[in-house]
């Protein structure tokens, strides 16, 4: 099939941004189609205050597509999804801190919604993602988006590079978050002041101590709290609380602010130190997935989690899906099970997993 036909089908959460992204595409001549996953109840508790799939963003997508006088078809995806919650107790359970979003976008958004266009002939998937694609060598590639702040790509980096040239990300044009916003207000659209939402959706106010103790409950072992002397300075009531950088709730009185270094859950136990014992001056990574050709050693700015800014560094490929980075400067808090992004410039060239 060819993507040059104009169908597109817009992954609507019942956002703001998907909504905007909506029109965006409609205004630029796309024949638009709305598509709402459901992923279903996730938690353990039926009551969850916000699950992947609630009546009220179902309600809202809807409402924005009768708005727009655009269809919107309701995709099931629940079943998937068991699978990256299942994911992210693992990971919780192996002493690291999972980023389930990457895999939900890369696994399920993406993948269904271009498994879905290719059966009913759309050339074009989209979402409202603030990442832009470009071309690079004359291929699809992604871009930081231009609101700064607001930039989403390094949660796509996980998307396989075969199915870029079908992606459109038309908000990660506009300059900032206010003028999504602004759009949607013109529109007179109910969505255009709503909070954004969480970055874990299926994790109720944060707290996944419920969902561990019932997928992963070995994660919540309580064990000992150590400075890197092996000196115990503390007990703590589960491994999974902590995560690699953390200062708040440690609840140990060291004379000097105290951060999590390292997490061994074999033992149950949490190493802390001062802020010199989180630093690093790199990282190594695996399950690499490159949207751009690399070798050899290359110099690039990593990111390192969600909301990091990136630092400079050399970056060698090791093996067909590894690398590892030096920085130029060590950096803070380098954690295991987050992803390791690289970019050249404003270019997403892929990344992987830190080990």
């Known amino acids: 099939m060819s993507p040059e036909t104009r169908k597109v089908l817009v992954a609507m959460s019942g956002g703001v941004d998907s909504s905007v992204a909506a029109w965006m595409l409609r205004e630029g001549g796309y024949e638009v189609t709305g598509v709402f996953l459901c992923m279903g109840t996730a938690g353990p508790r039926e009551e969850a205050s916000r699950s992947c799939c609630s009546p009220q963003d179902a309600a809202d997508a809807r409402r924005v597509a009768e708005k727009l006088g655009i269809d919107l078809h309701v995709l099931n995806a ?9 994911a992210f107790a693992d990971e919780y359970a192996r ?14 958004k993406f993948a269904r919604l271009l498994s879905l266009a290719e059966a009913v002939g759309a050339g074009y998937v989209a979402t409202g993602h603030h990442a832009r694609r470009v071309s690079v060598n004359g291929r699809a590639a992604i871009a930081r988006g231009r609101a700064v702040g607001k930039d989403q790509s390094y949660a796509l980096f996980a998307l ?6 079908r992606v459109l990300l038309p908000v990660g044009e506009l300059a900032d978050k206010a003028e999504v916003r602004r759009i949607a207000r013109s529109l007179g659209l109910s969505v255009s002041d709503k909070p954004d939402s969480q970055e874990v959706c ?3 106010d944060g707290d996944y101590a419920d969902l561990l103790a019932a997928l992963a409950p070995q994660a919540l072992r309580g064990g000992d709290i150590v400075d890197s002397a092996g000196r115990v300075l503390g007990r703590h009531e589960g491994f999974a609380r902590f995560t690699i950088g953390q200062r708040r709730g440690l609840r140990v009185a060291a004379g000097v602010p105290m951060y999590v270094t390292r997490i061994d859950p074999r033992t149950a ?3 802390i130190g001062p802020r010199e014992e989180v630093m690093a001056a790199g990282l190594t990574a695996s399950g690499a997935n490159w949207h751009v050709e690399v070798d050899g050693e290359f110099e690039a700015t990593v990111q390192i989690r969600y909301n990091h800014r990136g630092a400079p560094g050399l970056v060698r490929i090791t093996g067909a899906d590894t690398f590892e980075v030096r920085f130029a ?5 380098i954690t295991p099970g987050q992803a390791a992004v690289v970019y050249d410039g404003q270019v997403l060239l892929g990344g992987g997993w830190i080990d």
């Open 78 to 86: 629940g079943e998937d999804f068991q699978g990256i919650v299942r």
């Open 202 to 204: 299926f994790v109720g």
């Open 160 to 165: 396989r590079r075969d199915g870029l040239a």
């Open 329 to 333: 400067q060590p950096v803070v808090a």
């Open 95 to 108: 002493g690291r801190t999972p980023n389930p979003c990457i895999h939900c976008n890369a696994r399920i």
């Open 269 to 271: 136990t949490v190493t």
